[in-house]
């Protein structure tokens, strides 16, 4: 069982960064690939990034590749999210989840997830 919180979201100008972070609990945690995905009103969820169990592969959506960069640190089970030059188009709440399967890109995939934070980009 994996629990997650995420947290640092809130209101930014376009061109502004804000860094998401997710705080997991669970003694296996290292052992789970992370990802975080996005979903704005009246659309549906979709990938944003994800991270092997050991942080050597990341795995990006072309809109945010070379804009956002996702990385973890297993021993304070945790998972982040730097997200530059943002858009008023990553506008979302962002999700943290954690999936045992091979299938990163698809939130079907994903065993567990946070209760979302909102991202706010204004134009």
């Known amino acids: 069982q994996v629990q997650l919180v995420e947290s640092g979201g809130g209101l930014v100008q376009a061109g502004g960064s804000l860094r998401l972070s997710c705080a997991a609990s669970g003694r296996t945690f290292s052992s789970y690939a992370m990802g975080w995905f996005r979903q704005a009103p009246g659309k549906d969820r979709e990938f944003v990034a994800a991270?092997?169990?050991?942080?050597?592969?990341?795995y990006y959506a072309d809109s945010v590749k070379g804009r956002f960069i996702i990385s973890r640190d297993n021993a304070k089970t945790m998972v982040y999210l730097q997200m530059n030059s943002l858009k008023p188009e990553d506008t979302a709440v962002y999700y943290c989840?954690?999936?045992?399967?091979?299938?990163?890109?698809?939130?079907?995939?994903?065993?567990?997830w946070g209760q979302g934070t909102q991202v706010t980009v204004s134009s």
């Open positions: 989840a954690a999936t045992s399967s091979d299938g990163i890109y698809y939130s079907r995939e994903y065993n567990y």
């Open positions: 991270i092997s169990w050991s942080g050597g592969r990341q």
